[in-house]
C-alpha cells in the first residue's frame, strides 16, 4: 500500500495540465490521504448515473475531449510515458464549469520510451473497461486506455454504464446498432432531440476505432483528439484504419467472452 501510494504521489506531482486532477497535499496520519481541488459535480459517473438532464450534448462532447486531451498528454506530452490503467467514468472529475479532470493513479505506470508495452500477470483494472489483449496476454499500454476511453464515449452518448447491474455490456449493446448504423438509437433518451448529428456521427466513429479488437487497429490518444477537434477529418482516418467495420470478430475470438466476469 505504500508503494502504490508513493507511486501515485510521485506520479501526481509530475503532471500538469488542465484535464488532469492536480495534487494540493498529502497526508500520512490516520491513513494515505491524497488532497485535490474539490469537484462540485462529483465524477462524470456520479452525473450519469444521477440527473443526466444537467448533462447537455454540449457539457458531453467537452468532457470527451477534455478526457481525450488529459490522455493524449500523458502518453506524449510528459516527460515519461504515463499508461493510466483506469480510465472509466468515476474517475473522471468534474469541474464547477464541467470540466473534465482525470484522477486515480492508483493502477498508473511510467512506460520507459523503449518500451512497447508492460506485461503483468496479475488482474487489475475494471471490468467492461478493459481490451482483450489485456485478458489474454495480460499486456498493458497506450492501447489499453484508448479502448478504455471507447467504453468511456459510449456511456456519455448513451447514458449507460460500462456494465449494468445485471453485467450486460454496453459495448456489447451498442456494437450491432454501430454496425448498422444506428446511431440515433444510440444516443441517452434524456437528450430527446438535443444533440448535433454531425459530432454523434464523428464521436461514435472515433468509438469504433478505439474498440478495434486488436491493439494495432487502434488509433493513438492524439489522433483520437484531433479527429474530436476536426483537426483530423474522420473520412481522412478511415483510410488509415482500413479494417472496417469496427468491432468485427476475427480468428474467433469473441469478445463477448472476454468481458464476462471470471
Request: hydrophobic share 40%.
Amino acid at each position: 500500500m505504500t508503494s502504490d501510494y508513493l507511486s501515485e504521489l510521485g506520479i501526481l506531482v509530475h503532471v500538469k495540465h488542465p484535464n488532469i486532477a492536480n495534487v494540493i497535499g498529502y497526508g500520512i496520519e490516520g491513513g494515505m490521504h491524497l488532497v485535490l481541488p474539490l469537484s462540485p459535480h462529483g465524477s462524470l459517473a456520479n452525473m450519469l448515473s444521477g440527473d443526466r438532464s444537467k448533462l447537455t450534448w454540449h457539457i458531453r462532447y467537452n468532457i470527451a475531449l477534455g478526457t481525450a486531451a488529459g490522455l493524449a498528454y500523458l502518453h506524449e506530452g510528459c516527460q515519461r510515458r504515463i499508461i493510466h490503467r483506469d480510465i472509466k467514468a468515476a474517475n473522471v472529475l468534474l469541474t464547477e464549469a464541467f470540466e473534465a479532470q482525470i484522477t486515480d493513479f492508483g493502477l498508473a505506470k511510467w512506460l520507459p520510451d523503449k518500451w512497447t508495452h508492460l506485461t503483468v500477470s496479475q488482474f487489475e483494472g475494471t471490468f467492461g473497461y478493459l481490451p482483450p489483449e489485456f485478458f489474454m496476454h495480460g499486456v498493458v499500454d497506450e492501447k489499453t486506455d484508448v479502448y478504455a476511453f471507447g467504453v468511456l464515449l459510449l456511456e456519455l452518448v448513451s447514458g449507460r454504464p460500462a456494465l449494468d447491474e445485471a453485467r450486460n455490456s454496453v459495448v456489447m449493446w451498442a456494437k450491432p446498432l454501430l454496425l448498422n448504423k444506428k446511431n440515433s438509437e444510440i444516443v441517452d433518451p434524456s437528450l430527446g432531440d438535443a444533440y448535433d448529428l454531425e459530432q454523434l456521427d464523428q464521436i461514435l466513429m472515433v468509438v469504433s476505432l478505439c474498440l478495434q479488437q486488436f491493439s494495432t487497429d487502434r488509433p493513438s490518444m492524439n489522433q483520437v483528439e484531433q479527429m474530436l477537434t476536426g483537426v483530423e477529418g474522420i473520412l481522412q482516418s478511415k483510410k488509415k484504419f482500413q479494417r472496417w467495420p469496427p468491432l468485427k470478430r476475427r480468428c474467433g475470438i469473441e469478445l463477448d467472452a472476454l468481458i464476462e466476469s471470471p
